[in-house]
């Protein structure tokens, strides 16, 4: 503390501020928290350099350790490289060479811990391990036997072969039957169908509209101005006209 000299507000307003302004107290005790400095409480000047902080016991802790601080803010941006520029801090050579090369260092080992290697691999298995076996003469289409045994006989008799062979061949095909069995599930089951006309359109009548023409009631009366035998004359048409 007797190192420390505080200062009033008007004594270094054009002096150069250490950290930029920002509190180097909170700076290590809040793990890295920027907080600007309050200049009108004053400075702390130590080792010919201003200190700001954000409030008095800020500044009175930072007094009786400051030393301490100073270094504590050294390791800390060893730890975060880019506090060096933010706070200014290359000015200062000698510390700044030992921040480089701790920063590097750190660097570098988080480098080797966290390299992942990384290679391209392939390999190649025989498309058919198994011998084949496949029978090309195969045939399980029912039509495509029976296309096969008519172009066998066809090519029976071109090749000269007497009738009687050629007869009993025939036989002996014509002979052939397809058979077939049935099981619980399809025992008494065929398909059906059944052919239905449609009902035809009918339509019936069962009113209609009747109008008859009667006369029209006409009655004439005579002698209604001035007169004194009034007339009257029924001009109603007879039904029968």
């Given at each position: 503390?007797?190192?420390?000299?505080?200062?009033?507000?008007?004594?270094?307003?054009?002096?150069?501020?250490?950290?930029k302004?920002?509190?180097?107290?909170?700076?290590?005790?809040?793990?890295?928290?920027?907080?600007?400095?309050?200049?009108?409480?004053?400075?702390?000047k130590?080792?010919?350099?201003?200190?700001?902080?954000?409030?008095?016991?800020?500044?009175?802790?930072?007094?009786?350790?400051?030393?301490?601080?100073?270094?504590?803010v050294?390791?800390?941006?060893?730890?975060?490289?880019?506090?060096?520029?933010?706070?200014?801090?290359?000015?200062e050579?000698h510390?700044t060479?030992?921040?480089?090369?701790?920063?590097?260092?750190?660097?570098?080992d988080?480098?080797?811990?966290?390299t992942?290697?990384?290679?391209?691999?392939?390999?190649?298995t025989?498309?058919h391990?198994?011998?084949?076996?496949?029978?090309?003469?195969y045939?399980?289409?029912?039509?495509?036997?029976?296309?096969?045994?008519?172009?066998?006989t066809?090519?029976?008799?071109?090749?000269?072969?007497?009738?009687?062979?050629?007869?009993?061949?025939?036989?002996?095909?014509?002979?052939?039957?397809?058979?077939?069995?049935?099981?619980?599930?399809?025992?008494?089951?065929?398909?059906?169908?059944?052919?239905?006309?449609?009902?035809?359109?009918?339509?019936?009548?069962?009113?209609?509209?009747?109008?008859?023409?009667?006369?029209?009631?006409?009655?004439?009366?005579?002698?209604?101005?001035?007169?004194?035998?009034?007339?009257?004359?029924?001009?109603?048409?007879?039904?029968?006209?």
């Amino acid at each position: 503390m007797s190192s420390c000299e505080w200062c009033s507000p008007a004594h270094f307003e054009d002096v150069p501020l250490q950290y930029k302004g920002f509190c180097g107290f909170t700076l290590v005790k809040k793990n890295g928290l920027l907080l600007p400095g309050n200049p009108n409480i004053g400075a702390l000047k130590h080792k010919e350099k201003y200190y700001t902080f954000s409030c008095k016991s800020a500044a009175f802790e930072f007094a009786s350790k400051a030393d301490e601080f100073v270094a504590a803010v050294v390791e800390m941006a060893k730890r975060w490289p880019e506090l060096i520029q933010l706070l200014q801090l290359h000015q200062e050579q000698h510390t700044t060479h030992d921040i480089l090369l701790q920063s590097k260092a750190l660097l570098v080992d988080k480098l080797l811990v966290k390299t992942i290697s990384k290679s391209d691999a392939s390999m190649q298995t025989e498309i058919h391990p198994l011998e084949t076996n496949i029978v090309k003469s195969y045939e399980w289409n029912e039509w495509e036997l029976r296309r096969k045994a008519i172009k066998l006989t066809h090519n029976i008799i071109n090749k000269g072969i007497s009738p009687e062979t050629v007869s009993l061949f025939q036989a002996n095909l014509r002979n052939k039957v397809t058979r077939s069995m049935q099981t619980d599930l399809s025992h008494m089951r065929r398909h059906n169908s059944t052919q239905t006309f449609l009902p035809k359109e009918a339509g019936s009548q069962t009113k209609r509209d009747g109008e008859s023409n009667v006369p029209k009631p006409q009655v004439y009366l005579s002698g209604l101005r001035g007169g004194t035998n009034m007339m009257k004359v029924d001009l109603t048409r007879a039904v029968d006209e």
